[in-house]
């Protein structure tokens, strides 16, 4: 689907949702414990197992984990996980059996990782940050490698055929990701198109060092690197030059309200990005937008109420698409494709510099 302009009924349904607004309180505090238990078996590798294999045998996987794992914990979470609806205990408890509904939440599960694992002590920290107490980026962080770990899982599910069908059209040969994360999309990316090169560049040391992972597992250390750097001082202050001169194309996923976030350099955040790289004709870039009509809605989608909370608590503005589309044409950046890219009001551009 190609939309230049979108009128609004033309959004994807699942971007207005189906949770219903007022949340009754019963369904505001299971989701609450809900997301915890989602989280927590993506952490101990329940997810994984049960997407190899739909039946998981609880003694054995409890063993296979290691001589300090508490086999009662594990049994609590994955009865909780059971009463959620996504898993069934059968054979008097030993064995969890995986559901459709279940199926569908490992599909999702990187919001969770995001939500839980990135920003609870920030959701939990508000009050302090509203009297004072706590200063975001200060006294009260983000955990910045489980905020890119959640945008990675949710890349292969239910982004990446749009990703792949747009870059399908893009003859490149070296590739920038802005605020690549994991570096799970770059080292994909790449490994799909031999011949080609990729950098990742991202601000955390943390989401970096998983990147190094990424790009072992995959077996591309000769063709994709990941870099720890600040995308704002490679825009504003020279840094990296070299390893960037031979980029063609750059992406950037969901990092460009970021870079957004000081005014004072708003406005010319996309003309400094085009100087950076002087060889790139083509930029494709994504991010999620401002949710339109938000407070009157009568539903609510997944993620987009926390991406606005956690941003306003931090600090950072969001942006409509229309001062996205303001901002590329101040640039010089002209969209080619506009497209739907996943999670709920988010867009991805192919952006041509002329
Ligand atoms: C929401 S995550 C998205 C990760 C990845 N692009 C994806 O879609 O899976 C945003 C990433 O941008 C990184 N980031 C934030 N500010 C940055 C900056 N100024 N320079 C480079 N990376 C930055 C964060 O560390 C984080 O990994």
Not at 261 to 269: E, G, K
Request: charged share 25%.
């Amino acid at each position: 689907m190609t939309l230049l302009h979108t009128p609004p009924h033309a959004l994807p349904a699942d971007w207005y949702g189906a949770a219903p607004a007022p949340i009754g309180v019963d369904q505001a505090f299971n989701g609450y414990v809900a997301a915890t238990v989602v989280h927590t078996l993506d952490r101990l590798g329940v997810w994984d197992r049960l997407t190899a294999e739909p039946r998981l045998d609880i003694p054995g996987f409890v063993r296979s984990a290691g001589p300090a794992v508490r086999e009662r914990v594990v049994r609590e979470v994955l009865r909780a996980a059971a009463v959620c609806g996504w898993l069934r205990l059968e054979d008097g408890g030993d064995t969890a059996v995986l559901t459709d509904a279940g199926r569908e939440t490992i599909r999702m599960r990187g919001y969770f990782t995001w939500a839980v694992g990135g920003y609870s002590d920030v959701f939990s920290g508000a009050a302090r940050l509203a009297t004072g107490e706590a200063t975001f980026g200060d006294n009260l962080l983000r955990d910045e490698a489980m905020v890119a770990l959640g945008s990675g899982q949710n890349d292969r599910p239910f982004m990446s055929t749009t990703l792949d069908e747009v870059l399908g059209d893009i003859d490149f040969h070296t590739l920038a990701d802005l605020g690549s994360g994991i570096s799970a999309r770059v080292s994909r990316v790449v490994g799909d198109r031999p011949g080609t090169r990729g950098l990742g560049l991202d601000i955390s040391g943390p989401a970096t060092e998983l990147g190094h992972r990424t790009i072992a597992e995959a077996g591309l250390e000769d063709r994709v690197r990941a870099i720890r750097a600040d995308v704002l001082d490679v825009c504003h202050r020279e840094a990296h030059r070299d390893a960037i001169a031979e980029v063609d194309t750059v992406m950037s996923f969901f990092l460009l309200h970021d870079l957004l976030a000081d005014p004072d350099t708003r406005p010319h955040l996309f003309t400094r990005l085009r100087e950076a790289f002087p060889a790139a004709r083509t930029f494709v870039l994504a991010d999620t937008m401002l949710r339109p009509e938000a407070e009157g809605s009568a539903t609510l989608p997944v993620f987009s109420l926390g991406y606005e909370l956690a941003h306003a608590l931090m600090g950072v503005p969001l942006h409509t698409k229309e001062t996205y589309e303001e901002l590329f044409a101040a640039a010089g950046l002209h969209p080619v494709r506009t497209v739907p890219f996943g999670t709920p009001h988010s867009w991805l551009y192919v952006l041509e510099a002329r």
